[in-house]
């Protein structure tokens, strides 16, 4: 069973229906024990930073995240993979998780609209489970304003918006993270989904 965390800053029903179409169990969860009874975990994420992982904080499931990511997968969905990094700097300095090495900044306007609203390339950088069966021609919808900064070796997938943009990050065990909305990218989005779903077991 995956456990979807319900705290009040996500995209929950969303990526619920999308589990539901993959035939991949799941349930939206708010308590430490079903989360520590799950498979899998994901974190969904729309928002603000600082707002959200207030709300987090309040649930009083950060301990059990960070212990939980530690043996079994944990997938960050846009700001939910946002808040896998150890800062963010959204209207103000914020503690993340820290499960990934790196922050969270406001990406650079350039002569491109931000937010970053709309489908881009993925472009792969390193090999990650989630990426099986992906083609080298493939687009996933992103809805941000801020991206992650962190080393290469994290960076599974990025995707070129005024400059690198992270996609797709991972800590090399069990924490995954995507930028994108996969519940909103078609049948790329849904072959990420079925990975996350392959990593259990």
């Not at 503690?95 to 650079?108: A, T």
């Not at 493939?138 to 996609?167: L, M």
Request: hydrophobic share 40%; proline share 3%; with cysteine.
């Amino acid at each position: 069973m995956i456990a979807i965390i319900d705290y009040g800053a996500g995209n929950i029903f969303s990526v619920k229906n999308a589990l539901d179409y993959l035939g991949l169990e799941s349930r939206l969860v708010s308590d430490k024990a079903s989360i520590e009874a799950a498979d899998a975990v994901i974190l969904p994420g729309v928002g603000a930073f600082p707002a959200a992982m207030r709300m987090l904080d309040s649930t009083g499931l950060v301990e059990t995240i960070k212990e939980q990511a530690a043996k079994k997968p944990l997938l960050g969905i846009c700001l939910g993979m946002q808040m896998l990094f150890e800062k963010g700097y959204e209207f103000e300095e914020c503690d993340g998780l820290g499960l990934i090495g790196g922050s969270v900044l406001k990406m650079e306007e350039h002569d491109l609209i931000i937010p970053h609203m709309g489908w881009n390339k993925l472009e792969k950088l390193n090999d990650c489970r989630l990426l099986s069966g992906i083609g080298d021609n493939e687009y996933v919808y992103f809805v941000h304003s801020y991206k992650a900064e962190c080393e290469d070796k994290n960076i599974a997938a990025y995707s070129e918006y005024g400059g690198r943009v992270p996609a797709l990050v991972f800590d090399g065990n069990f924490v995954y993270g995507a930028q994108f909305h996969p519940e909103k990218s078609g049948d790329t989005g849904l072959k990420i989904l079925r990975n996350f779903g392959g990593l259990i077991g």
